[in-house]
């Protein structure tokens, strides 16, 4: 079982920049893959990106591929997605998740364990 805390959200005007954190406790955090996934209200939850168990491969969703960076410190248990260029259409709650075992990649029923969210709004 793994445990996750977001943390880094908040208010930002169209163009800046935030930082999100994910930290996590429980399974070995070096054995699992990490994703980010939100959901605007009325939408479905939708994934952004995602990072292997070594930080060296990565996903991410089109909307957000030259914007955001995703990495993994795996010494901190801690993952980090940062996102420049913000647009008012990623306000959203971001959702932390960790790969179920053995899997991995863009859909989140490879994601077994989820975070409580952090919200993060763009204002025009």
């Known amino acids: 079982q793994v445990q996750l805390v977001e943390s880094g959200g908040g208010l930002v005007q169209a163009g800046g920049s935030l930082r999100l954190s994910c930290a996590a406790s429980g399974r070995t955090f070096s054995s699992y893959g990490v994703g980010w996934f939100r959901q605007a209200p009325g939408k479905e939850r939708q994934f952004v990106a995602s990072v292997a168990w070594s930080g060296g491969s990565t996903y991410y969703a089109d909307s957000v591929k030259g914007r955001f960076t995703i990495s993994r410190d795996n010494a901190k248990n801690t993952v980090h997605l940062q996102m420049n260029s913000l647009k008012p259409e990623d306000t959203a709650v971001y959702y932390c998740?960790?790969?179920?075992?053995?899997?991995?990649?863009?859909?989140?029923?490879?994601?077994?364990?989820w975070g409580q969210g952090t919200q993060v709004t763009v204002s025009s």
């Open positions: 998740a960790a790969a179920r075992e053995g899997r991995w990649g863009r859909s989140p029923t490879e994601f077994g364990s």
